[in-house]
């Protein structure tokens, strides 16, 4: 007890962690619980100079001993069930144990809770439960364990899911199996024996033994429009095993989750499934990660990759492959090869990659080019090589110039039906038709075979086919034309923006000048290693994060903040990859592998944003489905009715011809994406990486934000305000100022920059700290106090106590009082912009801050917050939070790190200043790279406009196709302006959605 912030928790866990002989070192601020593993023979020691370095850290600090646990751990063959058996006692009296009931620990995920309180309410009901203990149910870590007998599990069970069905219907819960728990006790301390064992038995040991499941993502190309890729993506996701299918259009990436071994079958499955569904669809593996829950150390690991600790990466130039599926195929045969692990071709880049122990590499490489040799006899692996630029943007380019080409032919045919007479004009119009539509009506034969009668192209093959049945030439090539144009535009407008987000966020670097027995080697990023040195010319990007062991320079940090900022860097100093290195060369020791690293975090963070789907996304995937049969049975409607009331048959037909032109979605399944792409790529740029379009929802919605206070509206650093003295500040502040010498506190470091003059080391003796008091000190001959006001009156010093807000340092020398420091966190320079700037969006401002109540207050004053907190420890803040949450959206904006509980209760969570921090990025929902508070709003007022734009395109879009359905029902609009809603309307949409790739201010 008596820690005032997390982040002096932070630091007194990393003292603690440094004595000899611990482990496993553990302070939680939250929970006020500190614990550590050490050899039972040395914890008096051990414990004797924890509190040592508590006192000398924390005065105020108060450690109770809570007892200890006894460890001995066995552990066989990556067995991830821990079973823990007690010593066995025959003689209960001779060993002092007290033998109880068998008990377990359950664990399970638990999903589909929306907030905290939901998840503490649920969690009280749960522990009403009969027989059941020790519950806790976290809703930040989605898990839900309790302990039981065994005997009873099972009831207890059901029970629980019934409760959980009963309180929160959306709940879904999931075992992750148990632990048995023996427990003994001996002179009132626990102690738990833990030995693992190999179960062979499921129903012998009792044991729940899970599947180990994987992420899997591949690339996907040759889809034609985003309809198509919903439909697929939904065809999937009803493939037995599989689950969180996410197929992006605009990625061109499909991602999903399996057990690791039925992962053969499912990909064989995905594969025949997209092969039926878009034959032209090619499917190429990106890898998969192994999704592993560990139980013992009570975390969870995901590795990537999975890599065995003693492999390492191979890479290969691999060409003369002819196309994606072959490369998909080899790929496919390589991966069995025993040895080998998470092997990957690359069909654009041409390259071969796995993971092989170095004393199997040479069986490894021979079966690979013997198998390759077999199945692609043309394709030659060559020595190791690095990776090349993509040869996609050439392919897109070509295919443009064809379509241009055919346009044009198709174009002067089309002129030449209007001119022409009689026969002509016919033939003409049909070899317009042809020459446009061919590819329409090969693909409409191929989906009649595969029964897809919704479909695009065979729905515009019947429109234009019965337009030259009723003997309309001109009208069926004219429909055939402008449709490929849209068709044209529209492919082109969705190129160019995939392009214009890559561009954005074009920060991975292409290479790294890499070490290797004392010559500097050009190396792809991804084979260099932690403590490999790597060399950054002037101009190039700092491949990986790392600290500068030579050299000095200028680094430009607006590819990962968004702002245009030089700051200097000298030996000593850490670096982040996708920073550009604008003089000097350095030499860098790398501190994380590329993976790991700030640049592939960030990527990694964006090209994931389209897995958490916004609800217009959902509605609009819900409506595509319907929209088409809806039409064309519409269009059925039309032609009988027509035919009936007018007695036209013909007219009939053209009037249900303009609903089969208009029956596509494309416009709306493409724009909405796309409009949370760009926008999500905008604000990128700018330094805001925003988790997904659902966040892009919460925030355009916020009414109140909560701020804390240190590090986030305050910079963190103390600065001496003023002195309170009558006679000589100045001496004051020297005096204070040798009082510090020694010490690291920031108070001490604001102090000694105040003064800023020399002092003398060998002036100062007999440095003693007084606990939760301050320092005294002999400087020459006169002895020096420092500290608060209690400091004075035990030490009989005659002074007032002041009634500023600040943080206050009395100091006295020789018995005589001296004056009083008045130091104070500085505020952020544009906080109080940042607060009027959220104010014209009404938005409502909050401070919570575990700082006093009156040093908050006079913050809030000085920067127009509407409430203030003061004295919230992080379960207080929590608390604000969900009390808040009941009047409105509410964001939360912290540090990422201390503030990750109440971060998760918000509905928007913000973390600010997470260049190079992991957790920052794991814990919010909103990542603002650098300090700068105009960032939020900025974020807040470009979430409200990408929303807005997506709205336009979806209104816009239903109205204008709901329009011309209704003119061509009585015949007023033709297949002309069917055309116009159908891609032209696409192409607008996406034009419309592009203006957000810039965020505006």
């Given at each position: 007890k008596?820690?005032?912030?997390?982040?002096c928790a932070a630091k007194l866990e990393s003292k603690i962690a440094k004595i000899e002989g611990i482990s496993n070192v553990s302070l939680s601020f939250l929970n006020s619980s500190l614990q550590y593993e050490c050899d039972h023979d040395e914890a008096e020691r051990i414990e004797k100079e924890v509190r040592e370095v508590s006192a000398k850290e924390e005065p105020e600090a108060v450690i109770t001993s809570k007892g200890h646990k006894h460890l001995h751990s066995h552990e066989h063959e990556e067995h991830h069930h821990e079973h823990h058996h007690e010593h066995e006692c025959h003689d209960e009296h001779e060993c002092g144990c007290h033998h109880e009931e068998e008990r377990a620990l359950y664990k399970f995920e638990i999903k589909g809770i929306d907030c905290a309180d939901c998840a503490a309410k649920l969690e009280s009901k749960i522990a009403k439960i009969e027989g059941i203990s020790n519950v806790s149910l976290s809703f930040l870590n989605s898990s839900l364990q309790y302990e039981c007998d065994h005997d009873e599990a099972e009831r207890i069970e059901k029970e629980v899911r019934e409760v959980s069905a009963k309180e929160e219907p959306e709940a879904v819960i999931t075992s992750k199996g148990h632990k048995h728990l023996h427990s003994h006790e001996h002179e009132e301390h626990h102690h738990e024996h833990h030995h693992e064992h190999e179960c062979h038995d499921e129903h012998e040991c009792g044991c729940h033994h899970e599947e180990e499941r994987a992420l899997y993502k591949f690339?996907?190309?040759?889809?034609?429009?985003a309809d198509c890729a919903a439909k697929l993506e939904s065809k999937i996701a009803k493939i037995e095993g599989i689950s969180n299918v996410s197929l992006s259009f605009l990625n061109s990436s499909l991602q999903y989750e399996c057990d690791h071994d039925e992962a053969e079958r499912i990909e064989k499955e995905v594969r025949e499934v997209s092969a039926k569904e878009e034959p032209e669809a090619v499917i190429t593996s990106k890898g998969?990660?192994?999704?592993?829950?560990h139980e013992h150390e009570e975390h969870h690991h995901e590795?990537?990759?999975?890599?065995?600790e003693t492999a390492d990466t191979r890479k290969y130039t691999i060409s003369g492959l002819d196309c994606a599926d072959c490369a998909a195929k080899l790929e496919h045969k390589l991966s069995a090869v025993p040895g080998v692990s998470d092997l990957r071709i690359s069909f654009i880049n041409s390259t071969l990659v796995y993971d092989c122990a170095d004393e199997d590499l040479e069986r490894v490489e021979q079966e690979i080019r013997r198998i390759t040799a077999k199945e692609e006899p043309e394709a030659v692996i060559s020595a190791p090589a690095q990776v090349q630029k993509s040869a996609v943007q050439d392919d897109d380019e070509d295919d443009e110039k064809t379509m241009l080409v055919r346009l044009i032919i198709g174009a002067v045919l089309f002129v030449l039906s209007i001119v022409m007479k009689d026969q002509m004009r016919m033939i003409m119009a049909i070899a317009s038709w042809l020459v446009l539509g061919y590819d329409v009506l090969i693909k409409a034969v191929k989906g009649i075979g595969r029964g897809q009668v919704f479909d695009e192209h065979f729905l515009m093959a019947v429109a234009t086919i019965a337009a030259i049945y009723l003997k309309d030439y001109r009208e069926a090539a004219g429909v055939m034309l402008f449709y490929q144009i849209g068709e044209y535009f529209q492919?082109?407008?969705?190129?160019?923006s995939r392009k214009s987000i890559g561009e954005l966020m074009d920060i991975r670097p292409d290479y790294a000048w890499v070490n290797r027995g004392g010559d500097y080697v050009k190396t792809n990023p991804e084979d260099v290693r932690v403590d490999d040195v790597i060399l950054v010319k002037p101009g190039e990007r700092i491949p990986l994060d790392g600290i500068i062991t030579n050299g000095a320079s200028t680094l430009n940090t607006a590819s990962l903040t968004g702002e245009s900022k030089l700051s200097d860097v000298d030996v000593g100093d850490e670096v982040y990859s996708g920073a550009v290195n604008e003089t000097g060369v350095l030499e860098i020791r790398v501190t994380k592998e590329y993976g790991d690293s700030t640049v592939a975090r960030i990527l990694e963070l964006v090209e994931n944003t389209d897995s958490n789907k916004a609800s217009h996304e959902k509605f609009i995937t819900k409506f595509s489905r319907w929209y088409t049969p809806l039409v064309v049975f519409s269009a059925i409607i039309t032609a009988i009715l027509t035919a009936i009331i007018t007695g036209d048959i013909n007219e009939g037909v053209r009037r249900a011809c303009t609903f089969l032109v208009i029956s596509c979605p494309c416009a709306l399944v493409i724009s909405i994406p796309l409009s949370f792409f760009a926008g999500i790529g905008g604000l990128s740029a700018r330094g805001v990486l925003v988790k997904g379009a659902n966040v892009i929802e919460a925030m355009a919605d916020v009414k109140q934000v909560v701020l804390d206070k240190t590090g986030t509206l305050t910079t963190g650093v103390f600065k001496v305000e003023k002195i309170i003295s009558s006679d000589h500040p100045e001496t004051a502040l020297r005096d204070a100022a040798y009082a510090e010498h020694f010490s690291n506190h920031p108070l001490a470091q604001s102090i000694r920059a105040a003064y800023d003059k020399e002092i003398r080391d060998e002036e100062i003796t007999d440095v003693k700290e007084i606990s939760g008091r301050g320092l005294c000190v002999h400087a020459g001959d006169r002895e020096i106090l420092a500290g608060n006001y209690k400091l004075m009156k035990e030490h009989g010093i005659a002074c007032e106590e002041e009634s500023d807000p600040g943080t206050l340092v009395y100091v006295a020398a020789d018995g005589i009082y001296e004056g009083c420091l008045v130091l104070r966190d500085q505020i952020k320079d544009n906080a109080a912009d940042t607060l009027r700037a959220l104010h014209n969006g009404s938005v409502k401002c909050i401070i919570v801050s575990g700082d006093r109540q009156d040093i908050t207050e006079e913050t809030g004053r000085a920067i127009g917050a509407d409430e203030v907190y003061g004295h919230c420890l992080p379960a207080d803040k929590v608390e604000h939070v969900r009390r808040l949450k009941q009047a409105?959206?509410?964001?939360?904006?912290?540090?990422?790190?201390?503030?990750?509980?109440?971060?998760?209760?918000?509905?928007?969570?913000f973390a600010m200043g997470a260049l190079g921090s992991d957790a920052a990025i794991e814990a919010a929902d909103v990542v603002i790279m650098d300090d700068s508070l105009n960032k939020i709003p900025l974020a807040l007022k470009n979430a409200a406009r990408i929303l807005s734009v997506a709205k336009q395109n979806i209104y816009g879009a239903i109205g204008i196709k709901l329009l011309i359905l209704a003119l061509g029902a009585f015949g007023i609009a033709n297949m002309w302006m069917a055309i116009f809603a159908d891609t032209g309307v696409a192409m607008l949409c996406v034009m419309n959605s592009m203006r957000l790739l810039k965020a505006k201010e």
């Open positions: 008596g820690i005032d912030c997390a982040d690339e996907i190309k040759g889809i034609d429009c998969h990660k192994h999704l592993h829950s590795h990537e990759k999975a890599r065995h492919d082109m407008a969705v190129r160019r409105g959206v509410t964001a939360f904006v912290g540090d990422g790190v201390n503030d990750a509980p109440v971060l998760n209760a918000a509905d928007v969570g």
